[in-house]
């Protein structure tokens, strides 16, 4: 989206931030995964397309990395989820889940804001299947 504007959701909690264990990847690195999702109402966006995304400060570098994209409802709704693969050289703060979106929002309604570090189990499950 070109001129995209972004708009805050909500802050992730710093011990859910800390909670996710990482995993070392052949191409990413290292990385640390979230399973987001997030009703949103956004009066006067009907039809339009938007994307989640997650922002995150990593040392001194400023990354995002995209979670889901989506058209709003008829009703001015929209639930957006996925699971965020964070890459991580040093560490992760100021963790910050944000709407993007063509036209700017004039108001933005969370209904609902879920965040949560991927389980080790399933992690571990997945490297041994693999």
């Known amino acids: 989206m070109t001129n995209a504007h972004d708009k805050l959701i909500g802050p992730a909690p710093s011990r859910i931030v800390d909670a ?5 990847t052949p191409y990413e690195g290292r990385v640390a995964e979230y399973n987001i999702a997030t009703w949103l109402q956004l ?9 989640l995304l997650v922002s995150y400060r990593d ?3 400023r990354r995002e990395v ?10 001015n709704k929209i639930l957006l989820s996925g699971v ?11 963790m910050q889940i944000r709407l993007r979106s063509a036209v700017p929002a004039a108001t933005l309604v969370v ?14 499950s997945r490297q041994v299947s693999a």
Do not use: Y
């Open 66 to 75: 995209s979670v889901d994209h989506g058209k709003v409802s008829l009703h």
């Open 84 to 94: 965020a693969r964070l890459p991580v050289k040093h560490k992760i703060e100021d």
């Open 59 to 61: 040392g001194d570098k």
């Open 20 to 24: 996710a264990h990482l995993l070392v």
């Open 43 to 51: 009066p006067g966006l009907a039809n339009l397309p938007v994307s």
């Open 111 to 124: 209904e609902e804001l879920f965040i949560q570090a991927v389980e080790a189990t399933r992690q571990h």
